[in-house]
């Protein structure tokens, strides 16, 4: 069997009209000879009557405490109902097709009801549909756990289903169809000239997608890369060949340096912030002290960010959400703390900026050009990151985008 899985968001499943083209799609990938199994979303976004967001509204303030696990099997109604759709859309078109859950489908999670990671999948029920001749469609975004509870995976987890299946079954490509036609050198919504990239390896778009890149999930990109299984970045509504994730350039040996041709291949931005910078200069036990900050907010189950330990200051981010109760913690713990809300993360990615000399440079010529203040930075081999304030930020990824001639 020549297996393909193919992933669709809301937006590609939103109206009458968007479910025949993809269903379209399904269909011309059968009539090529390939099994597909086809993941899809909840139909549309926030606002929409059948979106996850919107179900969460229904139960939003009438108890402050719905237990997670059926705030789950709320979140997981949206593709089973698009999923449904589906299905009826491709028996319209003579194919035949079936509908898994994502329990039914083999994907087992563990308890971390809202936000839970796939254990195992076991594929056995796809296989033998698509041995029989169906068109298997596997509702995103969910699994069960051993003892038979639905979980969700969170954000972007429709994509992750797409890549564990696709791992699991050893599919030839898992092909992601969105609104766009492809990978981006920046997000289109903020920097109208940003251009389609043909390739991009696992690695590049897995900082873009950590860095705020919201076009695929990381986690997706990680599964995928664990088997070397290529992926597709389409566009469901357009015939562009999209963007193609791999390891390496194709049209390099193998063997030679893929660092060469591109230093930077993409600009990402995270919004809503904030900074903090603890002073500790009177820290009589410095490196007590810089354990005691960062212990207090794990308790606090508050994820930091942008960390610098410095000798006489720590500076982290966290988001904006739960800057307050950071604030309320360290406060308590009686330290002076310089706080910076809204803040913005813009990130440049790329395998090429290692060793290359004058892109830091740049970037800060760039960026004082622009009259962007930086008020925090860092680097690794792929990809260097600097806080602005949230006003500079699409001023900050256009100057970027510009500076690193991304627009040709
Ligand atoms: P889906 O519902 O299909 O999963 P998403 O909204 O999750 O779609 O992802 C597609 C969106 O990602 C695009 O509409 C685009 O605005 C956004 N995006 C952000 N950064 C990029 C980028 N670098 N390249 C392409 N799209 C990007
Ligand atoms: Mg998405």
């Given at each position: 069997?020549?297996?393909?899985?193919?992933?669709?968001?809301?937006?590609?499943?939103?109206?009458?009209?968007?479910?025949?083209?993809?269903?379209s799609i399904?269909?011309?990938?059968?009539?090529?000879?390939?099994?597909?199994?086809?993941?899809?979303?909840?139909?549309?976004?926030?606002?929409?009557?059948?979106?996850?967001?919107?179900?969460?509204?229904?139960?939003?303030?009438?108890?402050?405490?719905?237990?997670?696990?059926?705030?789950?099997?709320?979140?997981?109604?949206?593709?089973?109902?698009?999923?449904?759709?589906?299905?009826?859309t491709?028996?319209?078109?003579?194919?035949k097709?079936?509908?898994?859950?994502?329990?039914?489908?083999?994907?087992?999670?563990?308890?971390?009801?809202?936000?839970?990671?796939?254990v195992?999948?076991?594929?056995?029920?796809?296989?033998?549909?698509?041995?029989?001749?169906?068109?298997?469609?596997?509702?995103?975004?969910?699994?069960?756990?051993?003892?038979?509870?639905?979980t969700?995976?969170?954000?972007?987890?429709?994509?992750?289903?797409?890549s564990?299946?696709?791992?699991?079954?050893?599919?030839?490509?898992?092909?992601?169809?969105?609104?766009?036609?492809?990978?981006?050198?920046?997000?289109?919504?903020?920097?109208?000239?940003?251009?389609?990239?043909?390739?991009?390896?696992?690695?590049?778009?897995?900082?873009?997608?950590?860095?705020?890149?919201?076009?695929?999930?990381?986690?997706?990109?990680?599964?995928?890369?664990q088997?070397?299984?290529?992926?597709?970045?389409?566009?469901?509504?357009?015939?562009?060949?999209?963007?193609?994730?791999?390891?390496?350039?194709?049209?390099?040996?193998?063997?030679?340096?893929?660092?060469?041709?591109?230093i930077?291949?993409?600009?990402?931005?995270?919004?809503?912030?904030?900074?903090?910078?603890?002073?500790?200069?009177?820290?009589?036990?410095?490196?007590l002290?810089?354990?005691?900050?960062?212990?207090?907010?794990?308790?606090?189950?508050?994820?930091?960010?942008?960390?610098?330990?410095?000798?006489?200051?720590?500076?982290?981010?966290?988001?904006?959400?739960?800057?307050?109760?950071?604030?309320?913690?360290?406060?308590?713990?009686?330290?002076?703390?310089?706080?910076?809300?809204s803040?913005?993360?813009?990130?440049?990615?790329?395998?090429?900026?290692?060793?290359?000399?004058?892109?830091?440079?740049?970037?800060?010529?760039?960026?004082?050009?622009?009259?962007?203040?930086?008020l925090?930075?860092?680097?690794?081999?792929?990809?260097?990151?600097?806080?602005?304030?949230?006003?500079?930020?699409?001023?900050?990824?256009?100057?970027?985008?510009?500076?690193?001639?991304?627009?040709?």
């Open positions: 069997m020549h297996i393909l899985v193919q992933k669709f968001g809301g937006t590609s499943l939103a109206t009458d009209e968007r479910r025949a083209q993809v269903a399904v269909s011309e990938a059968v009539h090529e000879g390939y099994s597909p199994v086809v993941v899809v979303s909840a139909i549309g976004r926030s606002g929409d009557p059948y979106a996850t967001d919107t179900f969460l509204t229904m139960v939003k303030g009438i108890h402050p405490d719905l237990p997670k696990r059926e705030l789950d099997l709320l979140m997981s109604c949206g593709e089973v109902i698009s999923g449904t759709v589906l299905v009826s491709l028996k319209s078109l003579g194919l097709a079936v509908l898994l859950t994502g329990g039914q489908a083999g994907i087992i999670t563990n308890n971390d009801f809202g936000d839970a990671r796939i195992r999948v076991e594929p056995a029920e796809i296989l033998e549909q698509l041995a029989a001749g169906y068109v298997v469609v596997v509702t995103g975004f969910q699994g069960v756990t051993e003892s038979g509870q639905i969700t995976l969170g954000r972007g987890g429709s994509d992750t289903t797409a564990a299946l696709g791992v699991a079954l050893n599919a030839e490509s898992i092909d992601i169809y969105t609104d766009v036609e492809g990978i981006m050198t920046a997000d289109p919504r903020i920097v109208e000239d940003a251009r389609i990239l043909d390739t991009v390896t696992y690695n590049e778009i897995c900082q873009l997608a950590y860095q705020g890149a919201k076009v695929i999930h990381p986690r997706a990109v990680e599964i995928a890369m088997r070397n299984i290529p992926l597709r970045i389409k566009s469901t509504f357009s015939k562009a060949p999209g963007t193609l994730v791999t390891n390496m350039h194709p049209d390099r040996e193998v063997g030679t340096d893929i660092t060469t041709d591109r930077i291949a993409g600009i990402a931005h995270t919004p809503n912030v904030t900074q903090f910078k603890i002073m500790t200069t009177d820290a009589s036990n410095k490196q002290t810089d354990k005691r900050i960062f212990k207090a907010m794990a308790l606090a189950d508050i994820s930091v960010d942008f960390i610098s330990v410095q000798p006489e200051a720590v500076l982290y981010t966290v988001s904006d959400e739960v800057a307050a109760k950071a604030v309320q913690i360290l406060q308590n713990m009686d330290f002076e703390t310089e706080v910076v809300p803040c913005a993360k813009v990130s440049i990615v790329g395998a090429g900026i290692a060793g290359v000399p004058g892109v830091m440079a740049d970037m800060v010529e760039a960026l004082s050009d622009a009259g962007v203040t930086i925090q930075s860092a680097d690794s081999h792929t990809t260097i990151w600097v806080l602005v304030h949230q006003r500079d930020m699409v001023t900050a990824v256009q100057a970027l985008h510009k500076k690193f001639k991304l627009d040709i």
